[in-house]
């Protein structure tokens, strides 16, 4: 893992600087991920996740909303709905709207072991949907999950891959790494470095490390907090991220009551 990052810094460090729209793409929901890292862990069976984020960058300036919807199909089977919604955009392209909207599912095919992690795939379509200056016109991917704890810390890596429509545009790739230090019982420090290939060139257009903080308000509900910062003089160079979640029916905690005879 540790020889990925340092090869995609090695390749960026040597690439010029590429300024392309910063699509939110297909997304995991929280708390079922680091901040934009998918985790191969899912709702439960019958359990439904909701996660509304709002998404603020500096060049280019961005306000952007994004809404999460995951189901349990079954206890390794989640599929995923996410709109991403730009309130404002201000570079080459200004305006307001919808990108795609994205559809898909996640499979946990190995369960984490004491030695192996687990492993899942997903798959997904976009389609098109609102502003066509922020459209791909559609298109499909897929990707690779895995997910292992080491101790208080929980290790995340994605590989995905999508394919546009749009003529013009280009196939991309996302290498997301990302990890989760538990502090209490109901909060987490986040962790994160997301690379991606641009769809209009074949040139890599964003390096960035995302740093965050979760917390379980209640036995149902979650808040993340997070802020991304550009490295090698990409775009954006200055992110924040504010979202809450929620997952239904929230976990129930029954107390045992012990007594104890005394003769």
Known sequence: MKKLIFFLIFILA???????????????TAPFSVISTFSAESPKQNQVAIDFNFELT????????NLNLSYGLTDKVEVIA??????????????????????????RVIDETTYL????????????FGNEDFSTEGGRGGGLIVTKKLGPVKAHGNLIYFKPEKEGLKETWNLNIGSELKVSYNSSILFEIIGRKAIDK????????RLGYRVRVTNFSYTTVSTGFDIK?????????????LVLPGEKHTLKRIVKDID
């Open 58 to 65: 500096n060049d280019p300036d961005i306000k952007r909303t």
């Open 117 to 128: 992690p687990a492993f899942a795939y997903m798959l997904y379509v976009s389609g098109d």
């Open 14 to 28: 040597f690439s010029s600087n590429v300024y392309a729209f910063d699509r939110k793409g297909f997304s995991p």
């Open 82 to 107: 996410n709109l991403p919604y730009n309130i404002s955009y201000h570079t080459s392209i200004n305006g307001n709207g919808a990108e795609d909207i994205n559809f898909g599912f996640k499979h």
């Open 233 to 245: 003089n990409r775009t954006p160079d200055v992110r924040f991220m504010f979202g809450i979640s």
């Open 202 to 209: 074949n040139k890599i257009d964003l390096l960035e490390w």
